[in-house]
């Protein structure tokens, strides 16, 4: 059973993406890759890119500028619909070409799931599987989409939580706050934190509320997790 609600655990990309590879074992993928940039009208080269696909593909792939070739790029971007990898979407010559490319890295059965973030955020997620033949390859396809839909929707939540954060400055925490939060961080109650820096609970709750307040969020554990992406304390 794989429980997808550890990825808005995640306190950096790599963390996340790091749990994002090993629960795609739950659509049995063989690879996988996110890419998502800000706005849909953002440069393709401005895209956040994480993958597991081979490297020399990779750099081929960006040094080619085939995002702009790439069928299931431009469906992601016009569509919330899964796109299923089959050779029939490449309809140019430009895109055959590089259908065949991208078969010889082994990229010939897998599926896309189209991103579409709540600020604008647009990308995608696909999962590329191991090639059979095209009754087990359907069956593949009918058995995982469901769990990869679910995944996708972890995916797009968190990774643009984590993304907004990169965006953000850092909070400006008084003296106090850092305090009464770095007691926190490590596990201390309201009322613990107040016999530590000598104050009442009422002042510990009264700095808690002003902190969640400077995040934006609606609990003290997520105050932490932000504080600590933001490097605004050290644990």
């Known amino acids: 059973m794989y429980d997808f609600s550890e990825l808005l655990t995640a306190t950096s990309l790599t963390e996340w993406f790091s749990k994002l590879v090993r629960l795609s074992a739950s ?4 690879q996988v890759l996110f890419a ?3 706005e849909k009208l953002a440069p393709n080269d401005n895209a ?3 993958s597991t696909y081979p490297s020399e593909w990779r750099q081929k792939y960006d040094e080619n500028g085939y995002a702009s070739v790439d069928p299931v790029v431009q469906k992601s971007f016009a569509s919330a619909l899964p796109i299923l990898w ?4 490449y309809e140019t ?4 070409a590089f259908y065949e490319e991208a078969a010889a890295y082994g990229l010939i059965q897998g599926i896309t799931l189209p991103l579409h973030g709540p600020g604008g955020e647009t990308g995608l997620l696909s ?3 191991t090639l059979s033949d095209r009754m087990n390859y359907t069956k593949n396809i009918e058995r995982y989409l469901p769990i990869a839909s679910l995944l996708r929707d972890y995916a797009i939540s968190s990774s643009t939580a984590l993304l907004k954060l990169d965006q953000k400055q850092k909070v400006n925490l008084t003296r106090r706050e850092y305090e009464v939060l770095k007691w926190c961080a490590v596990g201390k109650t309201a009322w613990e934190t107040s016999i530590i820096l000598s104050c009442s609970e009422a ?4 700095h808690l ?3 969640r307040r400077k995040y934006g969020v609606d609990s003290k554990g997520l105050a932490v997790v932000r504080a600590i992406q933001g490097g605004d304390i050290i644990i």
């Open 86 to 89: 089959d050779r029939s979407i």
């Open 48 to 50: 956040i890119i994480l």
């Open 27 to 30: 659509v049995n993928a063989e």
């Open 209 to 211: 509320k002003n902190v």
């Open 203 to 206: 002042t510990i709750n009264f």
């Open 93 to 96: 010559f430009e895109q055959l």
């Open 36 to 38: 998502l940039k800000k």
């Open 127 to 129: 999962f590329k599987f």
